[in-house]
């Protein structure tokens, strides 16, 4: 397990991305020992490894102009993704979630979407800005029934082309949900009204998105 630890960061692996198989290796190691009858003489060898120090989290957001500059390359190129980046900052959905949307989660009258499946396992309700339902109200139907046709791997492929024709470096799709909530935090959302429309349990997740200084709450506590 230690010289799987050490290729792996060797390999240039992030910290986090260790930490995360290794976790998984020690849950099931566990599992097996306690539920399956697994002899482990020595314990759970993977409780032995020194874990990598945990990464620090991406912060990158939309620096000024930068938007734009993206809206326009995917302009110039066509395609979803013009569609597909507007719906994520106003969402804050991940991609895989907004790959799967199905036009029978939405609830057009009510302004909520609906997403069954999430990356915590539970199931939750997206309320819709006006914005978002222009987006939707401008895509065509499709027969299958899906809102979008681009899966995960094509919305980062054309995400990432979009990027290199607008000039824009370090940006990631997955960066659009930090955008995303970060601005419904400026917007004046408190966080668990962030937390009901991102999905994020605890309130340690949505802590890096607040940036609350000392200051702004003077007039806060009269």
């Known amino acids: 397990m ?34 399956w009858g697994l002899h482990l003489p020595l314990e759970n060898p993977v409780q032995k490894i020194t874990l990598p120090a945990t990464g620090r989290q991406r912060d990158r957001r939309l620096r000024p102009g930068e938007e734009e500059k993206l809206m326009e390359a995917c302009a110039a190129h066509g395609g979803e993704i013009s569609a597909i980046i507007r719906f994520a900052l106003e969402t804050a959905m991940r991609r895989g979630e907004i790959a799967a949307m199905k036009w029978e989660h939405l609830d057009r009258a009510a302004r909520v979407l609906r997403v069954p ?16 339902l222009a987006v939707l109200d401008g895509l065509p139907r499709r027969i299958d029934g ?43 959302l408190n966080p668990m009204e962030v937390s009901a429309i991102t999905g994020h349990k605890t309130l340690q997740m949505l802590k890096r998105y607040t940036h609350l200084r000392a200051e702004d709450l003077v007039e806060r506590l009269g």
């Open 146 to 188: 899906y809102v979008w046709g681009m899966r995960p791997d094509s919305i980062t492929q054309a995400f990432e082309r979009a990027c290199k024709a607008a000039g824009i470096e370090g940006l990631r799709f997955h960066d659009l949900r930090h955008e995303a909530t970060s601005r419904l935090f400026e917007k004046g």
């Open 117 to 132: 499946e999430t990356k915590t396992g539970e199931p939750r309700r997206v309320p819709l800005s006006t914005r978002v």
């Open 2 to 35: 230690a010289r799987y630890h050490d290729a792996r960061m060797e390999e240039g692996k992030s910290s986090d991305t260790v930490r995360k198989e290794i976790g998984a290796l020690r849950a099931l190691l566990n599992l097996a020992r306690k539920e």
